[in-house]
């Protein structure tokens, strides 16, 4: 009996074996690096995904508008490998990739291609023909053109796009816990599996928070690239 | 490459398909966990939310919960749905947390079709509305019959969206050891036989691409203006950065 009670007065107040509050500092103090480490790793593979599936939509899109056969089997590819759940298609990368961060984030950015290929496709879109014309007209060949005068222009609705995407990211990284490269979702599962009730809510919030800051930080970066556009929002 | 013939193996063995824990089990289990989900989401918010667009009322709301809905992660609402109150408890045919699944199913179908109807019956052309009325059709008459119908294909978007995230949803169930397909794909993962998580994931895989495919059938019937006029809808709902009508990012798990 001594020996509980020794055990219960060295244990922090708020989680051990027979408390397990929700809210709890001392977890917060207690387990510091692990919490860290873990957002760490979700914004690394969150930053990965989304610059990964930006590297890949840019082109396919400048494929659709160029091609516009190809524009609907690309919108339909992207579109069907939106429908798996994360929980499938980890596993079915697998096989390829191994257990590894890699399998999360190319998954990641499989997904977040259904949104961003479709806004720079609808970005480019946007840009008005007149606008388009002149720029020929001044003698901008094809390529200066779409590096000028497009892209800037398409920037509003490929931002928004962009933003989207990082968000869902974002909460979709935890479900990597399948392969153990899933960030905070890992605390999640771990948190699931012994009740840990302090981790849960810790991770969860983090998730939030972090998908929130990235949200702002997109749409001031969006500010400061187009200051003739404060008017237009996403 | 040998995982691909292990999940294969695993596929064809119909000894893993029978039984209370086999997969045709487990399939039909969250099945019915798809339906009752999308049933009960679709009585709770179809409603409101036309009607809300018919008034032209609560567009911010309406709008931003899809917004609001992509940026919560399905793992930690079911984490905390199943160790908080709600508890892991068997119900019904739904299976172990089932009551916590269910009501995060329910949660996580309802932005899609809340902003879908809502968008669908304000996107219907101000000029249709006002012939309407010109012919001296009353509010509620001018709803059923004018809004209501041009506005259906979108509304059926936002169910298929809809479909999609509560079956992506139901398979991440398993992750707080609740019922459904998913199942398969943790138990193969946790205990390191990779071939049977694998197969676990083609097969929630194969029926997700089903029931879209189904949806989009279903949509494809219900338009109206099945035609020229309903191509230009659509554009007009997909010209808009991806936010409205098809948007196939209105959340996902």
């Known amino acids: 009996m001594s020996v509980t009670l020794l055990a219960a007065a060295t244990e922090p107040s708020c989680y051990s074996r027979t408390v397990n509050e929700w809210f709890c500092a001392d977890y917060l103090v207690d387990r510091r690096t692990e919490l860290v480490d873990a957002t760490v790793q979700h914004l690394g593979i969150t930053l990965a995904s989304v610059v990964l599936g930006l590297v890949l939509a840019l082109p396919l899109a400048l494929l659709a508008r160029r091609f516009p056969r190809v524009e609907g089997a690309i919108l339909g590819v992207s579109t069907g490998l939106y429908t798996i759940p994360s929980l499938a298609l980890f596993p079915l990368l697998v096989p390829f990739t191994g257990l590894s961060p890699l399998t999360v984030v190319i998954g990641l950015a499989l997904?977040?291609?259904?949104?961003?290929?479709?806004?720079?496709?609808e970005g480019f879109r946007a840009v008005p023909d007149d606008v388009r014309e002149s720029a020929r007209g001044l003698g901008y060949s094809p390529a200066r053109m779409l590096l000028h005068i497009e892209l800037p222009l398409a920037i509003p609705v490929l931002m928004a796009g962009l933003r989207v995407a990082t968000v869902s990211t974002v909460a979709l990284t935890t479900v990597g816990a399948i392969v153990a490269y899933g960030g905070l979702g890992n605390?999640?599962?771990?948190?699931?599996q012994q009740n840990f009730k302090a981790q849960i809510l810790a991770a969860s919030a983090l998730c939030v928070i972090l998908a929130v800051l990235l949200d702002a930080l997109l749409l001031l970066t969006q500010r400061l690239l187009t200051p003739w556009t404060r008017t237009v929002r996403a | 490459m040998r995982l691909l013939g292990d999940a294969w193996a695993y596929l064809?063995?119909?000894?893993?398909?029978t039984g209370p824990q086999g997969m045709l089990a487990l399939l039909l289990e969250q099945l019915l966990l798809t339906v009752t989900a999308l049933a009960i989401a679709l009585v709770v918010a179809l409603p409101v939310a036309l009607w809300l667009g018919h008034l032209g009322r609560g567009g911010f709301l309406a709008i931003n919960i899809s917004n609001v809905g992509r940026a919560v992660p399905t793992f930690a609402i079911l984490v905390l749905l199943s160790v908080g109150p709600v508890g892991t408890g068997e119900f019904g045919p739904y299976g172990r947390a089932g009551l916590a699944t269910l009501i995060a199913l329910v949660l996580f179908a309802l932005p899609p079709i809340i902003t879908n109807a809502y968008v669908a019956v304000r996107e219907v052309p101000p000029d249709v509305?006002?012939?309407?009325?010109?012919?001296?059709?009353r509010g509620g008459q001018v709803f059923r019959r004018v809004e209501g119908p041009l506005a259906l294909p979108l509304v059926v978007a936002g169910i298929r969206l809809a479909l999609v995230q509560v079956w992506a949803t139901a398979t991440i169930a398993a992750l707080v050891a609740g019922p459904g397909?998913?199942?398969?794909?943790?138990d193969g993962f946790y205990?390191?036989?990779y071939g049977k998580g694998l197969a676990?994931?083609?097969?929630?895989?194969?029926?997700?691409?089903?029931?879209?495919?189904?949806?989009?059938?279903?949509?494809?019937?219900?338009?109206?203006?099945r035609g020229a006029a309903a191509a230009s809808v659509a554009d007009a709902a997909v010209a808009d950065g991806g936010r409205r009508g098809d948007d196939p990012s209105s959340g996902h798990a």
């Open chain 2, 191 to 193: 205990r390191s036989d």
């Open chain 1, 111 to 121: 997904y977040s291609l259904t949104i961003l290929v479709r806004n720079t496709l």
């Open chain 2, 181 to 186: 397909l998913g199942n398969v794909i943790t």
């Open chain 2, 12 to 17: 064809v063995d119909p000894a893993n398909w």
């Open chain 1, 187 to 192: 605390l999640l599962a771990n948190g699931v």
């Open chain 2, 200 to 225: 676990g994931a083609i097969v929630v895989a194969a029926v997700a691409l089903v029931l879209e495919l189904s949806a989009t059938v279903l949509q494809r019937w219900a338009d109206p203006l």
């Open chain 2, 129 to 137: 509305r006002e012939a309407a009325r010109g012919m001296g059709m």
